[in-house]
Structures are given as C-alpha cells and as structure tokens.
C-alpha cells in the first residue's frame, strides 16, 4: 500500500501479498483483521466510495479524513488541513460526531494536463 497513491482493495492487497510470500497463501479473514488493526491504529483510510484502502499520509491523527480522488486516473490525495468545519457544524447543533470521511471527486492536475 506504501508504493501506490492509488487506493487498493482488500482482494488487491491479498493478492500481493500472496506473490510475496509463495510459501503460503493467505486467507482473506487475515487481510481483513490486519486492515482493522491498521484503520484502528490511524495508519490507513477507507476510501468508502471505492471500498478501498490507502496508507494515512499523517499516522494517527485525529482529524477529518478528507480525500481529493481523480475519477480518471483513481490517484487519491488526502487533505492535510485542520479544517473541520462540517464536524464544528455539527458540534453547534449538538451532535458528536465520532467518525468523519470527506471524498471530493474530480480531475487531478495531471490529468488534467493531459486533457487539454
């Protein structure tokens, strides 16, 4: 996961790891333990649009995910900003918001280059 910038699915993750290690397969309930361990930990995200995982570009905070994702070329980028304002929105009406996931699609500037 560390090597793309592309978010990878728990099937995508199982099969490289199973050409990693040509001794034994592993079974996907370990996968899906591990990405677990890693999304609890704060060291990777779930794009929930792709049903998908990336490697968290700041381990362990707190913060809003927030993700820029390219519809062109999947690449994602995640914001790294304090901004919170949708959770202080929601903190003014009384709610406690304890998990927040923020996808905004569209073009990279790479693509977009391409493009035009």
Not at 10 to 36: G, K, S, T, W
Not at 101 to 108: L, S
Request: net charge negative; proline share 3%.
């Amino acid at each position: 996961m560390l090597a793309s910038h592309q978010p990878m699915g728990a099937y995508d993750i199982l099969a490289a790891m199973n050409r990693v290690d040509n001794r034994e397969h592993i079974a996907p309930p370990i996968v899906y333990r591990a990405l677990d361990f890693l999304m609890g930990e704060g060291l990777i995200h779930r794009i929930e649009s792709k049903n998908a995982f990336i490697t968290c570009v700041d381990p362990g905070h707190r913060r809003a995910a927030q993700f820029l994702i390219c519809r062109d070329c999947d690449q994602v980028a995640e914001l790294e900003t304090e901004d919170a304002s949708l959770v202080a929105a929601a903190a003014d009406l009384g709610f406690a918001v304890d998990h927040s996931v923020v996808e905004i699609t569209g073009v990279c500037a790479e693509c977009q280059k391409h493009a035009g």
